[in-house]
């Protein structure tokens, strides 16, 4: 029972006023980023509102807390505020032990998720699916239990490139992933119809993504990697706030221009207290199908150098290869269609780079 028969006071309408808040430094509000847990209303129209942020600033959950209750205070119908905020430190790198090594999980959010990384770039076309894809594939190979979630929900294109489009079944009101190539993975684009209008924004990804990470049942996994939509970092906090990650490895190419986009990337998970696990600079050098001759077409060595710049880990680099995107098209990853190939063995080195920085 709640409210009282003459002026109810609704939840609905307090989540409406909390919508107002938006979350410090970002565009988006409180509510949307999930960090309302509960809102409770007495008879009196006393409104208790449980708060949970992920951060390391400190400064963040004192302002949220000053916000919601500038928000709610002398507002119509609305007894005495009672905030309860909990603050949580995202997990430090290390924290969470590998597969085999004994003892378990600090912040087990996924169930049975060992490790959960963000793949990131500063802007789209880089080839941060066709990274994500082929990681997913190498780690697979590598005796890792792997799953891949597709947060893209602009250009969700982690199924066709994995060949698999078919609608996923739900068991226990939460969603089975699909399987190929011995890895899991779910999309927007398979909950979607062909050609539906993505008109999908900012609070959608966020949505999308609470879901994807908890309303999947990922089964037992030694990594799960999120191909994030390019961006604003709305994505990065949304996942922050959600899942304790383990961190974010960014896709550039080597060109200057694209460079600065992977700062830009870097600095989104920076924001967010998310670990740089590495650069991978994909596109690093151009292979000749025919006579497999090198080329520098965009002047390779770029994402080394900046990962030195900025001291953060180098994990690989991916040569411009035609068959990696044909093999993409066809949704057969050049790391199963090829494991020979060089691109696949480049790929492989990335994977063992990320193993690396994980244990
Ligand atoms: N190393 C590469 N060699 C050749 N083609 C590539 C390579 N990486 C990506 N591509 C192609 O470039 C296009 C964009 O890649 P995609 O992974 O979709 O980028 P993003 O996810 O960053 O938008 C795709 O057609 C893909 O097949
Ligand atoms: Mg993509």
Redesign the pocket.
């Known amino acids: 029972m709640s409210g009282r028969v003459d002026h109810p006071l609704s939840e609905e309408h307090v989540r409406e006023l909390l919508k107002r808040v938006k979350f410090p430094g970002f565009s988006r509000d409180i509510v949307s980023f999930g960090i309302v847990k509960t809102v409770s209303i007495t008879d009196n129209n006393d409104v208790t509102i449980a708060l949970h942020v992920v951060t390391r600033d400190q400064a963040v959950p004192q302002q949220i807390q000053r916000d919601v209750e500038a928000a709610l205070r002398g507002r119509e119908g609305i007894g005495r505020i009672n905030v309860q905020m909990t603050a949580q430190q995202p997990p430090q790198q290390g924290q969470v032990p590998m597969a085999g090594s004994g003892g378990e999980p600090t912040r087990p959010q996924i169930a049975g998720v060992k490790h959960v990384i963000a793949v990131g770039?500063g802007?789209?076309?880089?080839?941060?699916?066709?990274?994500?894809?082929n990681l997913a594939c190498a780690l697979t190979k590598l005796g890792q239990q792997i799953g891949i979630m597709d947060a893209?929900i602009y250009?969700p294109?982690v199924p066709k490139?994995m060949g698999t489009t078919s609608r996923p079944t739900i068991t226990d009101e939460k969603l089975d992933p699909v399987e190929n190539f011995g890895l899991k993975m779910m999309s927007m684009a398979l909950l979607l119809d062909n050609d539906s209008p993505v008109i999908w924004r900012g609070p959608m990804i966020m949505k999308a993504i609470q879901q994807f990470s908890l309303a999947v049942n990922w089964g037992e996994l030694d990594v799960l990697l999120v191909?994030l939509p390019?961006g604003t970092g709305d994505a990065q906090l949304s996942l922050a706030q959600t899942i304790a990650l383990d961190g974010g490895v960014i896709?550039t190419t080597p060109q200057d221009v694209a460079l600065e986009v992977a700062r830009r990337g870097i600095a989104m998970f920076e924001k967010v207290n998310v670990k740089i696990l590495g650069i991978i600079e994909?596109?690093?050098y151009y292979v000749c199908p025919h006579c497999g001759k090198h080329d520098d077409v965009f002047g390779h060595g770029g994402g080394k150098q900046e990962a030195a710049r900025l001291e953060v880990p180098f994990l690989g680099e991916?040569?411009?290869?035609?068959?990696?995107?044909?093999c993409?098209?066809k949704g057969l990853p050049i790391v199963v269609a090829a494991p020979d190939s060089e691109?696949a063995k480049a790929f492989t080195k990335c994977a063992e780079s990320v193993l690396k920085q994980l244990a």
């Open positions: 770039s802007k789209g076309g880089v080839g941060k699916s066709t990274v994500a894809v893209d250009g294109s490139m191909d390019p896709v994909n596109m690093s991916i040569p411009l290869f035609s068959d990696i995107r044909i993409g098209d691109p």
